[in-house]
């Protein structure tokens, strides 16, 4: 800013000369005109020209257009003199600031547009997560759903087969628990009528018939030898 | 089981000088005889027995009771084994020795049990049919065991012919076992 500024200095400085020349030359050419004017005398540079501007002077101020050549030059110098001053203090300034505001707004609306862009970028990851995360989620539950229906199939075959096994079991229990109880029944009558038997020829043995038992085992002995 | 070894060792002893002696019938009975005191008379057997007693007071009483009625090889033996400790041993001895003669010459023991008393022409019947039947001599044992219900029951070594009424139900209840057993 202020390198911009030493420089319409020195660009100034020429434009300030010239003004400063046009500001006296005006006065000058002012004061001529009038005493030329007030004294309807010839000046003495430059007669017939005096002449003829202070008579097309006079003919403007007739038509409506009073011009002063000296004030209107000694203005110009003025306003060159002036104009970088206030280009200066004013309008660079000026400048400036709207340049910085600008920028600034350029700044934000870059900002703007970048936070757009990633508030863009976001919605689609967040669109394309929560598709991905449903896709996912639907894959699982359907996943879970097989699972669960294999399970259930399994579950239901083991059952079965453990239920058939169960009444199998039970089957075969109750066919030996009948078969053991026969036996022991079995078992039982053939107890009690051996005991019977026993008591029986215990009480009918008496010695004639266990002499003739001996004799008996004498003689199978004698065929057995 | 060691007092049993100790016993075999000293009935062998005891029999191969009987043998040489030519006096193994004599020796066995001595020792029977000795068995026999010793199985019937509690107050012997309880003195010959006992750890409070010395040997030489043990050698005293048997030479008074018994040692004019035995042989001087029997009274060697019991004297020995009277100053060696071996009380326990004098009940066993003579089993391990009838045992040792019997192998000897041959002899198997058998034990013949029956309801009732067996006569002596029936024992005498018993005793030659197993010994025909066996091919050696025999030496029998007699009981009478009330349980056998009527019948005779001959045993040797590891085997028994079973002539008894009991033996027969035996039979009968195994018989009847396996076709429950063989029904179920």
Known sequence: ?225 | MAGDRVAKRYAQAAFEAAKSANSVEIVGADLAGLQAALTGNGDLRSFLLSPNRGREEKIALFEKALGEKVTALSSNLVKLMLEKRREEELLTISDEFTTLRRADEGIVHITVSSAIELTDSEKKQIVEKVSAKLGRKSEAEFAVDPTLVGGVKVAYDNFVIDGSVKGSLKRLRESLRQDNLKQA
């Open chain 1, 1 to 225: 800013m202020a390198e911009q500024q030493s420089s319409s200095k020195g660009s100034a400085l020429p434009g300030i000369i010239i003004g400063a020349i046009l500001m006296f030359g005006g006065v000058y050419l002012d004061k001529v005109l009038h005493v030329a004017h007030e004294a309807g005398a010839t000046p003495h540079a430059g007669e017939h020209t005096g002449q003829w501007t202070v008579a097309f002077l006079n003919k403007l101020d007739d038509m409506g257009l009073p011009i002063n050549p000296g004030i209107t030059l000694a203005t110009i110098g003025v306003l060159l003199i002036v104009m970088p001053a206030v280009k200066y203090f004013y309008i660079t300034p000026l400048k400036n600031a709207i340049d910085e505001r600008n920028n600034n707004l350029e700044s934000t609306f870059n900002e703007v547009e970048t936070l757009r862009n990633e508030m863009t970028t976001m919605k689609s990851d967040y669109e394309k997560r929560i598709a991905s995360t449903e896709a996912e989620a639907r894959e699982k539950i359907n996943a879970q759903i097989k699972e669960a229906q294999a399970l259930r199939q399994s579950l239901m075959a083991e059952a079965a087969a453990k239920s058939d096994a169960l009444v199998k079991q039970a089957q075969e229990e109750i066919a030996s628990e009948k078969a053991k109880v026969l036996g022991e029944l079995r078992n039982h009558v053939t107890e009690l009528s051996l005991t019977a038997a026993e008591k029986v020829v215990g009480a009918n043995m008496d010695t004639a018939a266990n002499r003739k038992l001996i004799a008996d085992f004498i003689a199978d002995l004698e065929v057995k030898a």
